[in-house]
């Protein structure tokens, strides 16, 4: 029968593969894995997307399928998700642009949430002593479909920020995952079919969007604003 304690490195190398793969050092990967992300990013401009076009060698299916992957690795190294949204209706229409924001959604959460909670959690777990964090932190737990769906529906926190928080809290994938493919479609919609109508800003299309995502706008300062003092109330009477 195989001994797996025996198996296990003991003395110096015992105590490099402990180090390696404590919480702090995958914290410290995560980290990392950021930064050159989001150096990467800033060299690539994927804003030229709105100006200079769409690679001539993808066309179609083909087309739409790496763009969304591409915006699923940019939301998860910062980028904001308007712009994307922006590019996909001025790329591809609304009805494909679209179909590959949300997919592209989809794909960046997860990839943030994955990377968040493989290499983040076990070490910023302990950190949340703070009332109004124990009290996020609690929030998404416990009411995790609920709370991500509102975060999606009104925008009053930067995507790739709720993304990370989540992944921290002990939020299962399925909720997480579902609240996002559904949650996103309203403004991201709105942002498609402004994208796609941006060569005529006078058109009663553009104006509509653009009033929808303004109203989404004030809904996510209210709700913000709103959970503040929830959060806040929260954290008091854990206190107590």
Same mark, same amino acid.
């Given at each position: &029968?195989?001994?797996? #304690?025996?198996?296990?490195?003991?003395?110096?190398?015992? $105590?490099?593969?402990?180090?390696?793969?404590?919480?702090?050092?995958?914290?410290?990967?995560?980290?990392?894995?950021?930064? #050159?992300?989001?150096?990467?990013?800033?060299?690539?401009?994927?804003?030229?997307?709105?100006?200079?076009? @769409?690679?001539?060698?993808?066309?179609?299916? #083909?087309?739409?399928? +790496?763009?969304?992957?591409?915006?699923?690795?940019?939301?998860?190294?910062? +980028?904001?998700?308007?712009?994307?949204?922006?590019?996909?209706?001025?790329?591809?229409?609304?009805?494909?642009?679209?179909?590959?924001?949300?997919?592209?959604?989809?794909?960046?959460?997860?990839?943030?949430?994955?990377?968040?909670? !493989?290499?983040?959690?076990?070490?910023?777990?302990?950190?949340?002593?703070? $009332?109004?964090?124990?009290?996020?932190?609690?929030?998404?737990?416990?009411?995790?479909?609920?709370?991500?769906? #509102?975060?999606?529906?009104?925008?009053?926190?930067?995507?790739?920020?709720?993304?990370?928080?989540?992944?921290?809290?002990? &939020?299962?994938?399925?909720?997480?995952?579902?609240?996002?493919?559904?949650? +996103?479609?309203?403004?991201?919609?709105?942002? +498609?079919?402004?994208?796609?109508?941006?060569?005529?800003?006078?058109?009663?299309?553009?104006?509509?969007?653009?009033?929808? !995502?303004?109203?989404?706008?004030?809904?996510?300062?209210?709700?913000? @604003?709103?959970?503040?003092?929830?959060?806040?109330?929260?954290?008091?009477?854990?206190?107590?």
């Amino acid at each position: &029968m195989f001994d797996h #304690a025996a198996a296990r490195p003991t003395g110096f190398a015992g $105590r490099c593969v402990r180090v390696l793969f404590s919480p702090w050092s995958r914290l410290g990967l995560l980290v990392t894995l950021l930064a #050159a992300a989001g150096c990467l990013v800033l060299l690539l401009r994927p804003q030229r997307l709105l100006s200079g076009g @769409w690679p001539n060698q993808f066309t179609g299916a #083909a087309a739409v399928v +790496v763009f969304a992957a591409a915006y699923g690795i940019c939301t998860a190294a910062f +980028v904001p998700r308007p712009l994307l949204n922006l590019a996909a209706g001025a790329l591809f229409g609304s009805q494909a642009g679209l179909l590959a924001a949300v997919g592209g959604s989809v794909l960046g959460a997860g990839i943030a949430f994955g990377l968040g909670r !493989i290499l983040g959690q076990e070490a910023l777990r302990p950190l949340l002593r703070a $009332r109004w964090l124990r009290a996020a932190d609690g929030q998404l737990s416990r009411h995790g479909f609920r709370t991500m769906l #509102a975060l999606r529906l009104f925008p009053g926190v930067p995507f790739w920020a709720a993304n990370y928080c989540a992944s921290v809290s002990r &939020m299962r994938w399925s909720a997480f995952l579902l609240a996002t493919g559904v949650g +996103v479609i309203p403004n991201t919609g709105a942002y +498609v079919v402004a994208g796609s109508r941006a060569a005529t800003p006078t058109s009663p299309v553009f104006l509509v969007a653009m009033g929808f !995502i303004a109203l989404t706008a004030l809904g996510g300062l209210l709700v913000a @604003w709103r959970k503040r003092h929830r959060l806040r109330g929260a954290g008091t009477s854990a206190d107590r």
